[in-house]
C-alpha cells in the first residue's frame, strides 16, 4: 500500500463581505465567487470514508498521471452568500421604551433579541460510477456517457426511497445490441432519451470525467428568539 502527497488543489475567489451596527440592529451578508480544483479531495489514509467500499475515491484513477483526475473538488461551491441580522428590541430597563417599568414588568418586556441566518449556495459538483471494476481492483471505474449528456434534476421515481437525479431504465444485456451494457436515461416521465449511461469496456475507466455534474441549490434559513433575565449586575440567564 503506498501513499504520498503528490495531489495538489488551488482556490479563487472573489469574496464580498457588508456589515452594518445600528442601536439595536446589527446586520450584514456576505458573497462568494470562487472555484475549486483539485486532483483528490479526499484524505487517502480514510480509504473508505470519501467513497464506497470498492471506490476509493482519494486514490488515483492512474498513478502514473494524476491530471486524469483534475477537475472541481467535491466540495466546490461557484456562488455562496451568507445574510445575518441581530435585533434586540428597544424595550425594558436601559431602552429606548419602556425603560421605566417596575422590576416584574422589566422581566416580561425587556430582554428579548430576534436573530436570523439565510445561506444560499449553488450545489457541489458529483460524478456518476458505472458499478463496476473495468480498470483494475481498486475502485470502480466511471460510467461511459452515450449519447448527449443528460442534466440531472430532482425527480421521485417508484424504485428509490427519496429523490434521484437520473431516472434509469434496465440494463441492457443483449450482447448484440449496439447499447450492451448500458442503461438508458428516462426523462421526467419515464420515456425514453438518446443518453445512456454505460459499463466500459475492459482496460477503460469510462468517458465520463471526475465530477461532472452538479448537485441542486441548497437554501437554509434559521431563526432565532433568545430572552435575557437578568439575575444580578453581573449574572444573567438567556433562553
Known amino acids: 500500500f503506498w501513499m504520498d ?6 482556490y479563487h475567489a472573489l469574496q464580498l463581505t457588508v456589515r452594518r451596527q445600528e442601536r439595536e440592529l446589527t446586520y450584514g451578508a456576505s458573497y462568494t465567487f470562487g472555484k ?6 479526499t484524505d487517502p489514509v480514510g480509504a473508505t470514508s470519501g467513497g464506497s467500499v ?3 475515491s482519494g486514490t488515483a484513477t492512474d498513478i ?13 461551491r461557484t456562488h455562496t452568500f451568507t445574510a445575518w441580522g441581530v435585533w434586540d428590541l428597544p424595550f425594558g430597563k436601559g431602552q429606548r421604551w419602556a425603560n421605566n417599568l417596575p422590576g416584574f414588568m422589566n422581566h416580561i418586556i425587556g430582554g428579548w433579541s430576534a436573530t ?4 444560499a449556495m449553488t450545489g457541489e459538483p458529483w460524478g456518476a460510477l458505472s458499478g463496476s471494476l473495468t480498470n483494475g481492483n481498486i475502485r470502480n471505474s ?11 434534476s430532482f425527480q421521485f421515481i417508484d424504485s428509490a426511497t427519496g ?77
Open 116 to 119: 436570523t441566518i439565510v445561506t
Open 64 to 76: 502514473f498521471d494524476f491530471n486524469v483526475d483534475h477537475s472541481r473538488a467535491d466540495f466546490d
Open 36 to 41: 475549486a480544483t483539485d486532483t483528490i479531495s
Open 163 to 239: 429523490p434521484v437525479l437520473f431516472n434509469l431504465g434496465d440494463l441492457i444485456d443483449i450482447p448484440g445490441d449496439p447499447n450492451f451494457n448500458c442503461r438508458n436515461v428516462l426523462d421526467r416521465k419515464g420515456g425514453p432519451t438518446t443518453s445512456f449511461f454505460c459499463i466500459p469496456a475492459p482496460g477503460s475507466n469510462g468517458n465520463l470525467g471526475r465530477n461532472a455534474f452538479n448537485a441542486p441549490n441548497f437554501v437554509n434559513v434559521d431563526l432565532g428568539v433568545t430572552k435575557n433575565f437578568s439575575v444580578t449586575e453581573r449574572w444573567k440567564i438567556q433562553f
Open 142 to 152: 466511471r460510467a461511459d456517457i452515450r449519447g448527449p449528456r443528460p442534466q440531472p
Open 54 to 56: 470498492g471506490n476509493n
Open 5 to 10: 502527497s503528490g495531489a495538489n488543489s488551488d
